[in-house]
């Protein structure tokens, strides 16, 4: 039913003959803007040319097969006339007549209008953008329209225009089946804008464009570099840090459990006279060894002690202590 030719003009067609006078030109531009659920019927006049003129619509479908009245749309002087109450799933013809009060001239036109194939859907109701890793992600919100019965069935894709910048100098258009796209390898500081649309192939159809919808990317994503960098830094800390801590550690543990066979000289020599004054610290390291040195104090000939020069109660490791002087000159 739906492909069915309307016969309503052909029927007139003798009538109008007649009837279409030179002189009133009803502009062939009689057209049909379906948008969604929407259906407004258009033609142009020149009002210059033919001022007091009004227009009257009517429409016919197959099964009725006769011109019936548009409701609204009689003795109108207006260019446009809402025909959204006309059944969505057949095709319909339209008249649209001319009449001149003054002069009683009437001419017309006509116009045929398949819903199903000639609505367009209207614009996505919204673009939502994301940027995550320095891609970005664009999901089309689906046009309210698809949604209408009469619309169904159809396999609608998606177009999307991005471009940079709010001019739109340089667009680039990407095609999908779905409402998804990726935009990879963003450049930092940069509003990226877009708007969508839906699309059919056959028959050739396009939905209205979106409004533009913009995001900015952040200034200079250096995080990564920046992250890196630190973690470089941090290591080099450390590992500043543990060889610090670690050399006298392990040169201590080295001498509790390895400890050198050969004593240094001076506690050697100590030893074999007093260890007590020389050994008081075993676990001293070599090179941290107290400088003490051991005064092996000889009675001089002239029978005077020979005092180390740190004469305060300090053990300086000679044998100038009261309770040692005994063995010293032993
Ligand atoms: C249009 O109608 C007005 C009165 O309604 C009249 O004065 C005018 O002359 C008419 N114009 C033409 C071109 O007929
Ligand atoms: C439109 O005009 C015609 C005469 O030109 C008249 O018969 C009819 O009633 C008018 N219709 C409306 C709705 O004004
Ligand atoms: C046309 O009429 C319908 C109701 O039949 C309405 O929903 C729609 O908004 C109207 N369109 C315009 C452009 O006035």
Not at 5 to 22: D, E, F, K, N, S
Not at 39 to 44: A, E, G, P, S
Request: net charge negative.
């Amino acid at each position: 039913m739906a492909g069915e030719p309307v016969r309503c003009t052909l029927l007139l067609l003798p009538l109008l003959a007649g009837l279409t006078m030179a002189g009133t030109g009803l502009s062939q531009h009689l057209r049909v803007e379906a948008i969604d659920a929407s259906f407004l019927l258009k033609w142009d006049w020149d009002f210059q040319r033919n001022p007091n003129v009004t227009f009257s619509v009517d429409h016919c479908f197959p099964s009725s097969k006769k011109w019936m009245k548009m409701e609204g749309c009689e003795n109108i002087t207006t260019l446009e006339c809402n025909v959204s109450g006309i059944d969505k799933y057949v095709t319909t013809e339209f008249r649209v007549s001319v009449y001149n009060s003054q002069t009683g001239e009437r001419s017309f036109n006509f116009v045929e209008f398949h819903p199903r194939k000639e609505t367009v859907p209207g614009p996505p109701t919204g673009i939502n953008m994301t940027i995550h890793n320095n891609v970005l992600y664009i999901l089309v919100e689906e046009p309210e329209g698809l949604h209408l019965d009469f619309l169904r069935g159809h396999i609608w894709k998606y177009e999307l225009e991005i471009w940079k910048g709010l001019k739109k100098t340089e667009v680039i258009t990407k095609d999908a089946d779905g409402p998804h796209f990726r935009i990879e390898a963003l450049e930092t500081s940069t509003t990226y804008c877009a708007r969508a649309r839906v699309k059919r192939a056959d028959p050739d159809q396009t939905g209205l464009y979106s409004k533009p919808f913009c995001i900015t990317t952040a200034p200079g994503s250096y995080a990564t570099e920046l992250a890196i960098g630190l973690v470089f830094a941090g290591v080099i800390v450390m590992s500043g840090i543990v060889y610090v801590c670690l050399c006298p550690l392990k040169r201590y543990m080295k001498h509790v459990f390895f400890p050198k066979t050969k004593l240094p000289s001076s506690i050697e020599q100590c030893l074999q006279d007093s260890p007590r004054p020389c050994i008081k610290n075993p676990f001293l390291f070599h090179e941290e060894e107290t400088t003490d040195k051991c005064y092996i104090i000889e009675s001089s000939p002239a029978g005077n002690v020979t005092n180390a020069p740190e004469a305060d109660g300090r053990d300086s490791g000679n044998y100038s202590n009261e309770d040692e002087t005994g063995v010293a000159r032993a």
